[in-house]
């Protein structure tokens, strides 16, 4: 294997790591164990409150950090040094919650946000990363064999931790929620591992450093990113484009964390709905590739278009699915664009941004997909409970309790077409020619 191909299935290896975590732990297992065990007897729709909270409480952390740290990082050409940092912080916070308690609600929340901390903070890195990989003219692909990776890996993963669940006697483990509890261990051990790869088969390009002590360092960075910050004012495309993504993935974010919550609301067996979530992690490993190549022959932009459509649909007929076999088809929906416009935005992204700063802009691109993640699950689980108080009678019966929360629960994920909607008229806008003469300009 050459160096360059060696160099480009290490940065995708991380994909296929790190997806351990968000589909066993984030969209799989902590959602059902968060409802039945750690918030065992609270209202569904005040623990899908408590849990859009905590994603957001993460959201709102790394969005914060994103930004200096990528400053920091390129400068001191630290890129794979802070991912490393990150990653092992989700890969520690993941193994102890084997041994968050029952009921301990608040605990679970704290240490489930500080593997979204690490999962998102690592990202920034990693995606900064892309361009030391990738050519323009491969770009698209590239970013998408990525994420067909991570689909692989992380579908076989949560198909293994799923059989854990379903016949826990056959792995010699005594029930189900032991199961749930030695699936976190399972998934810390697997992205620790495989992280490895990119630390050390993905080169990095040496920026020549003038700042030599931490304080240093850190004001340099902060100095760096003021600068940035000041540019990307001025760079209206970078902005609109900023703007639009920070929009439509807020939907698509949501929905990867609210569906099994969402499902679960509605009465649908947490087995059904684990085994829709392979489902779409099975069918987003071929239909990722699929986009990244589509991305090459139409352009990323149309490309991101499409999926918009398809998940407007989806979310459309989510909201009115009333049997399980309707949340099959939406899986399968899902799967066919969920990886495809993370993707492209990706890969569109980085033909917008000077060549010589990456961790610096996806520090500010990755700002704006965790402010998503923070207004998409508050406008949820606000929706939820906004809806829940107005349609709930004075003194309801046990039915009343059951049909209100479900028709609450419809509400609140339809509150996702308007971040879609948004993102697309703002996307309309972005002029990739002219995007591309800033960073051709900003490039020192």
Known sequence: MDIRKKAIWGWAMYDWANSAFATTVMAGFFPVFFKQYWSAGVDVNLSTARLGLGNAAA?????????????????????????????????????????????????????YAMGVIGFSGANVFYDA??????????????????????????????????????IPQRFGLADAGQAVRIGFLTVALWWGFFTLFILFWVPEKSTAATETTTGNIW???????????????????????????????????????????????????????????????????????????????????????IAIGIYVAATLWGINMTRKEEFYVLAVTIGLVQGG?????????????????????????????????????????????????????????????????????RWSMASVLILFAAGAILLYFVDEKKGRAQAALLHD
């Not at 952390?61 to 630290?78: N, Y």
């Not at 990989?133 to 949560?158: C, H, N, Q, R, T």
């Not at 600068?227 to 004012?233: A, C, K, P, S, V």
Request: charged letters at 15%; one cysteine or more.
């Open 59 to 111: 959201g709102l952390l790394v969005a914060l950090a994103a930004p200096i740290l990528g400053a920091v990082a390129d400068r001191e050409s630290a890129r794979k040094r802070f991912l490393a940092l990150f990653a092992y912080l989700g890969v520690l916070t993941t193994a102890a919650l084997y041994f968050v308690g029952q009921g301990q609600w608040a605990f679970a929340l704290v240490v």
């Open 129 to 166: 990363l892309l361009p030391e990989v990738a050519g323009e003219k491969d770009v698209d692909f590239i970013s998408g064999f990525g994420f067909s990776l991570g689909y692989l890996g992380g579908g076989l993963i949560f198909l293994v931790n799923v059989l854990m669940v379903v």
């Open 219 to 305: 004001s340099g960075g902060f100095a760096q990113l003021g600068h940035t910050f000041g540019r990307i004012r001025q760079m209206k495309t970078i902005l609109l484009f900023l703007c639009a993504y920070w929009l439509y993935i807020d939907g698509v974010d949501t929905i990867i964390r609210m569906a099994v919550d969402y499902g679960m609301s509605l009465g649908f067996a947490v087995n059904e709905l684990l085994m829709a979530l392979l489902v779409t992690q099975f069918v987003g490993f071929p239909a990722t590739l699929a986009f990244g190549r589509l991305g090459q022959r139409i352009g990323p932009r149309k490309g991101i278009y």
């Open 341 to 409: 416009i993370q993707a492209l935005s990706r890969s569109y992204y980085s033909r917008l941004i000077p060549a010589d700063k990456p961790a610096e802009f996806y520090g500010f691109y990755n700002m704006l997909g965790k402010f998503a993640a923070i207004i998409g699950p508050v406008l949820v689980g606000g929706v939820g409970l906004l809806m829940r108080r107005l349609l709930m009678p004075t003194d309801p019966t046990a039915a009343d309790l059951a049909a209100v929360g479900a028709l609450a629960a």
